[in-house]
């Protein structure tokens, strides 16, 4: 059974940085299209990218070129880069298959705001 643990969340101001870190066990992320997701007050759990299994990656149109999703595969790691970040971002972020699997890991909030 797959685990994800998130991490690296928390306070940052607009047009501000925020990387993102997720410890996978019970699969091997070189051989997973891994992806991030996230889910905003009220709002339903909605995709933010993957990394599929050749490194290629892909995002929703709301990154907007602001976020690059990452990989260590010596690590069994998956990130997110995320770069001028706006309110709208404010969400608990979490990662996960790109065909995702149940349990979802407790993810890790971030908040954006002056």
């Known amino acids: 059974q797959a685990h994800f643990v998130e991490s690296g969340g928390g306070l940052v101001h607009p047009d501000g940085f925020s990387k993102l870190s997720c410890r996978v066990s019970?699969?091997?992320?070189?051989?997973?299209?891994m992806a991030w997701y996230r889910q905003a007050p009220g709002k339903p759990r909605q995709w933010v990218g993957v990394?599929?299994?050749?490194?290629?990656?892909y995002y929703a149109d709301f990154v907007k070129g602001r976020f690059i999703i990452s990989r260590d595969n010596s690590e069994n790691m998956v990130y997110l880069q995320m770069t001028v970040l706006e309110s709208e971002d404010t969400a608990i972020y979490y990662c996960?298959?790109?065909?995702?699997?149940?349990?979802w890991g407790q993810g890790t909030q971030v908040t954006v705001s002056s």
């Open positions: 996960n298959k790109n065909d995702p699997v149940d349990p």
């Open positions: 990394v599929e299994m050749d490194g290629t990656t």
């Open positions: 019970g699969l091997t992320v070189r051989h997973t299209a």
